[in-house]
């Protein structure tokens, strides 16, 4: 049986390496980007954002002061006992969180602008369930900053133009969000289902790895695509020019209606900040993401 303090505990620990400690496979990208950058003020932006990627892990400090609105997936054993309980620990987390790690307060009333100042409210921390066998515990947490997902997108396109004007519509939404995600992003890009279901898929491919290849060659081929189009744009790193205007993107879609033809993109700026870990029911912890002591 798991322990709900355990639950809260790993929670918190999920919090504080998201926020301060980028995965290897993000840094891996900025540091390729780096090296392959062939302007002096890229090069220039590069180094600073690895400096400051750098920086935050010898000090414990968040990478950027925009700690995100949270957001938790949560995948549960369906023999778990305690799942009910299970939302009110990731809560009890949060607020501890923003206070140790810390977090910057991000949860306003969209109605009456007061800030909780705990970074929980209303459908805050967002919880995404996935029930699957056995019985451990799976937590991934995705602090998405605001910059970001202000320049994300939803597009309810023309069923009979398909993939190029899918193509079109990525390459407008990189050229007119500009400089205001922070470049360099991910694209996490999703076709189908309805407009709801487009945009969780979407966001939920930033938590692929970007080593990881797409495991469907034409995805994998239009990805590529995508990522060499949006980098010709010469945008570049802080939208000040350069070769690497996105690290990466990651596709993903739902089947659709004959009359539809959703197109989501989540845009996650430079600091792809995400954290996973595993609970077994003995209480053993496996840290997914990040290397910890």
């Known amino acids: 049986m798991v322990s709900m303090q355990v639950v809260e505990n790993v929670a918190v620990k999920l919090l504080q390496l998201a926020v301060t400690e980028l995965p290897q496979d993000v840094k891996d990208a900025l540091q390729r980007a780096h090296r392959e950058e062939d302007t ?54 949060t607020i501890r969180a923003t206070k140790q790690v810390p977090l910057r307060p991000n949860a306003v009333n969209p109605f009456t602008q007061k800030n909780t100042s705990d970074n929980t409210g209303r459908h805050i921390p967002y919880i995404h369930w996935e029930i699957v066998p056995g019985d451990t515990l799976e937590l991934t947490v995705l602090p998405k900053g605001g910059g970001s997902e202000n320049v994300s997108a939803l597009g309810m396109l023309s069923p009979s133009q398909g993939t190029n004007a899918l193509k079109k519509f990525v390459i407008d939404t990189i050229i007119n969000a500009g400089a205001k995600p922070c470049p360099p992003t991910i694209l996490g890009i999703a076709v189908g289902g309805g407009a709801d279901i487009a945009m969780n898929l979407a966001k939920q491919t930033l938590l692929k790895p970007l080593n990881q290849p797409n495991p469907d060659p034409e995805l994998a081929k239009l990805e590529q695509e995508l990522r060499e189009a949006a980098n010709s ?49 003995n209480e053993k912890i496996e840290y997914i993401s990040h290397k910890v002591n």
């Open 233 to 281: 744009t010469g945008i570049g790193p802080m939208g000040l020019g350069g070769k690497t205007t996105v690290l990466d993107v990651k596709i993903d879609y739902a089947y659709r209606h004959p009359a539809s033809y959703p197109v989501a993109i989540v845009v996650q700026c430079w600091a792809a900040r995400r954290a996973s870990a595993k609970i077994y029911s």
């Open 40 to 93: 002096q003020v890229g090069k220039s932006q590069l180094k600073a954002i690895l400096d400051n990627i750098d920086l935050a892990e010898k000090t414990s400090a968040p990478m950027c002061q925009d700690t995100g609105v949270i957001i938790f997936y949560v995948k549960a054993g369906s023999k778990l006992d305690g799942i009910d309980k299970i939302e009110d620990a990731l809560r009890k987390a």
